[in-house]
């Protein structure tokens, strides 16, 4: 999800969700701290990275907003910074 447009984020859930049977879980990596940008040589390669991403709360609350709970929620650190994985399960 990191590296699609905020604004396409929400609804992209959505469809997630519509996809899943009752029950069914969703395991997903979503931005711990908001921020939008590029690293233009992402791991020294020369070939630029993209990232567009909410912050934690405003993660689950569109999780939740799709139709799905929350169950788990994990920070998994990156260098000064990190992610959270998110574990979700469709009613």
């Known amino acids: 999800m990191i590296h699609i447009p905020l604004a396409e984020q929400p609804p992209l859930l959505e469809r997630i969700a519509a996809w ?3 029950g069914g879980w969703f395991l997903v990596v979503m ?3 908001a921020w939008t940008g590029i690293d233009k040589d992402w791991l020294g390669g020369g ?3 993209w990232w567009s991403q909410a912050d934690a709360d405003t993660n689950r ?3 939740t907003r ?3 709970t929350v169950l788990h929620e994990e920070f998994v650190p990156e260098g000064d910074t990190g ?3 998110f574990w979700a399960r469709r009613s």
């Open 66 to 68: 799709a139709g799905l």
């Open 83 to 85: 992610h959270v994985l």
């Open 31 to 33: 931005g711990h701290h």
């Open 61 to 63: 609350a569109w999780i």
């Open 20 to 22: 899943l049977r009752p």
């Open 47 to 49: 070939t630029a990275m």
